[in-house]
């Protein structure tokens, strides 16, 4: 049996060290090389090419997670990433002058409207001048250049790359000479973006957007998403909301400093009253009337709210946050505010310490509101899923006594108790993947709901089970 012990978020943070530092976790630096992160973002803009400073191997190894993670679902299909395809002798003689040929020629052959500079473990390493590389071939190019520092060595924990890559994009912008009344920014989109109107299964900016033009404003920019010049112009709004405040408080800080552009402070409005919270706010800035949407939303959603907080009141949720990741934490901290509303006792399992420290922003935002559930600390394998039966075993649960809500793209399977939120897998019609909103709500209490009746009349396991049992 595992040595487990649950504490609250903000006990775990105050042990936990500085997310550089290596003392107690040796050998951790972060999900994915950053170059991979700093890429699969930029992948969300349209009209741009991702020139990759360094070997072609590493160029590969991006293309490949983005083939197999994100084109197939969001963003651009395919985001187009040549390389400068360095050599041995380039890290001894310098890459730059392969990096403002590689420029110029992808310039002139893709015209493409933005251009973005990755640089990679070898050019960093040989201290390329990739800044006074851009400067020249921003002479004759028609793109405009910018640089995403990604090299894969300097890979922090993955709050903390995220929070270095998400601001470069206010480099982009530029000071608004006006603000046009009544609009509204949606920051930290990252996945999830919408390909067409009226999807059959929306993300989660549709809904967001939905709710702001039911206060009776209008979306100026949904970002990560859109071309340049989207982008540039993207302090013209009034106010910035946010929906993942990994990618989006970062950038709505910056945006704040350079731009002046005013924020909200909640974010990943999950739940009813999450998401009343997140749209009053929005309303109080703008002096809108939130009363008649917000009644007429909850009206219809109260009935199903009723039904599901009957069926699981008292019951356990046990939340994972990234089953092979342990990266993932604001949505399962949002998931589990949703189902504190409906009575369930939360607990959250598989977030590596130095995800949570790295996430410290996150974390004092839901602390900040008040929401401070227990985690999972302990004696257990980190970056290994933790086996669910452990944590049944160490809380001493049976079928019936709790719910399991799976993160990630490899859910354990169990006895039918399980509710599928992994944003890759989880598809309810007209409902948003990450679950925010008046929508998101209707869709939880649905799957809630489905998930007690199917863990109550089950009799044999399925045969995902059997092949999985350990
Ligand atoms: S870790 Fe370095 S060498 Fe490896 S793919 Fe990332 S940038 Fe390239």
């Known amino acids: 049996m595992k040595k487990f012990s649950w504490r609250k978020i903000s006990e775990m943070l105050e042990n936990i060290p500085a997310s550089d530092c290596e003392c107690r976790y040796p050998g951790y630096a972060g999900l994915w090389c950053r170059l991979i992160m700093a890429v699969t973002g930029y992948g969300m803009l349209r009209n741009t090419v991702a020139v990759i400073h360094g070997p072609t191997n590493c160029a590969w190894a991006v293309r490949n997670f983005c083939l197999t993670n994100y084109s197939l679902y969001c963003g651009n299909p395919f985001l187009h990433m040549p390389s400068t395809d360095i050599k041995q002798d380039d890290v001894i003689s310098g890459g730059t002058d392969k990096l403002i040929a590689t420029l110029t020629e992808v310039d002139r052959d893709y015209k493409p409207?933005?251009?973005?500079?990755?640089?990679?473990?070898?050019?960093?390493?040989?201290?390329?001048?990739?800044?006074?590389?851009?400067?020249?071939?921003?002479?004759?190019?028609?793109?405009?250049?910018?640089?995403?520092?990604?090299?894969?060595?300097?890979?922090?924990?993955?709050?903390?790359?995220?929070?270095?890559?998400?601001?470069?994009?206010?480099?982009?912008?530029?000071?608004?000479?006006?603000?046009?009344?009544?609009?509204?920014?949606?920051?930290?989109?990252?996945?999830?973006?919408?390909?067409?109107?009226?999807?059959?299964?929306?993300?989660?900016?549709?809904?967001?957007?939905?709710?702001?033009?039911?206060?009776?404003?209008?979306?100026?920019?949904?970002?990560?998403?859109?071309?340049?010049?989207?982008?540039?112009?993207?302090?013209?709004?009034?106010?910035?909301?946010?929906?993942?405040?990994?990618?989006?408080?970062?950038?709505?800080?910056?945006?704040?400093?350079?731009?002046?552009?005013?924020?909200?402070?909640?974010?990943?409005?999950?739940?009813?009253?999450?998401?009343?919270?997140?749209?009053?706010?929005?309303?109080?800035?703008?002096?809108?009337?939130?009363?008649?949407?917000?009644?007429?939303?909850?009206?219809?959603?109260?009935?199903m709210f009723e039904k599901a907080e009957n069926m699981v009141r008292g019951r356990v949720a046990l939340i994972e946050c990234g089953r092979n990741s342990q990266t993932a934490f604001a949505r399962p901290m949002a998931m589990a505010r949703a189902l504190e509303e409906l009575g369930m006792e939360v607990r959250l399992f598989g977030l590596h310490p130095m995800e949570l420290k790295a996430k410290e922003t996150d974390a004092g935002y839901f602390i900040n509101e008040g929401f401070d559930p227990l985690l999972l600390d302990g004696d257990y394998a980190y970056q290994q899923p933790v086996n669910i039966k452990h944590i049944l075993e160490d809380l001493g649960l049976k079928q019936g006594e709790y719910l399991y809500f799976t993160h990630d793209v490899f859910p354990a399977p169990n006895d039918g108790s399980r509710v599928e939120t992994g944003v890759h897998l989880r598809r309810v019609k007209g409902a948003p993947g990450r679950g925010v909103g008046f929508k998101g709500a209707k869709a939880l209490y649905e799957t809630v709901i489905e998930a007690v009746i199917m863990s109550e009349n089950r009799k044999f396991p399925t045969l995902y089970e059997l092949v999985h049992r350990r």
């Open 113 to 303: 409207e933005h251009i973005a500079v990755f640089d990679t473990c070898s050019t960093a390493l040989i201290g390329d001048d990739i800044e006074t590389a851009i400067k020249t071939a921003q002479k004759t190019c028609n793109a405009r250049l910018d640089y995403m520092p990604s090299a894969g060595f300097t890979s922090l924990p993955l709050g903390k790359s995220i929070e270095e890559i998400t601001v470069k994009y206010a480099d982009m912008m530029e000071a608004p000479t006006e603000t046009i009344p009544d609009t509204v920014n949606i920051l930290g989109q990252y996945k999830e973006q919408k390909r067409c109107k009226n999807a059959k299964y929306p993300d989660d900016s549709s809904e967001l957007a939905r709710m702001i033009e039911g206060i009776g404003l209008k979306i100026h920019r949904v970002l990560l998403s859109g071309n340049y010049d989207y982008i540039k112009t993207a302090p013209q709004a009034s106010v910035n909301v946010i929906s993942c405040p990994t990618w989006g408080i970062p950038l709505a800080i910056k945006m704040k400093e350079k731009f002046k552009t005013p924020y909200t402070n909640q974010a990943i409005p999950v739940g009813i009253k999450p998401t009343e919270k997140w749209l009053t706010e929005l309303a109080n800035f703008t002096n809108k009337n939130p009363g008649p949407f917000i009644g007429q939303e909850v009206e219809k959603l109260t009935p």
